[in-house]
C-alpha cells in the first residue's frame, strides 16, 4: 500500500479523499459513500449510487458496516447501483430541471 499526498493526479484525473466541488478538473473522491433512497409501499431501499456533481464524480463503498450520504433529488446526476446493474436515476440531470 502506498499513501499519496491529495490531489493525486492519474491522467487527466484528480483522485482526492473528499470531495472538491471546486475544482475544474475531473475529480475522483470517495469519503461520502452516497446512496440514493427508491421507495414504494412495500420497499424502503438505500443504494449505493455514483454521485456526479459540477466536475467530481464521488464513488460508493460497499459493505455491511459503510452508512453513507444520502443523495436526494438534487440537480445532480446519480447513478443508483441495483445488484448488477447501474441505473441513471430519472431526473437527477440538471437539464431535467429546466
Not at 464513488?59 to 447501474?86: K, N, T, W, Y
Amino acid at each position: 500500500m502506498q499513501v499519496h499526498a491529495a490531489p493525486l493526479a492519474l491522467g487527466p484525473l484528480r483522485l482526492v479523499h473528499r470531495p472538491d466541488w471546486d475544482s475544474t478538473q475531473p475529480t475522483l473522491a470517495g469519503h461520502l459513500h452516497p446512496k440514493h433512497r427508491l421507495s414504494n409501499r412495500t420497499e424502503d431501499l438505500r443504494l449505493p449510487c455514483f454521485w456526479l456533481r459540477q466536475n467530481t464524480l464521488v464513488l460508493p463503498a460497499f459493505g455491511m458496516f459503510v452508512d453513507g450520504h444520502l443523495i436526494r433529488g438534487q440537480r445532480h446526476r446519480i447513478f443508483a447501483i441495483a445488484d448488477a446493474e447501474v441505473i441513471e436515476v430519472p431526473n437527477s440531470r440538471p437539464d431535467a430541471y429546466g
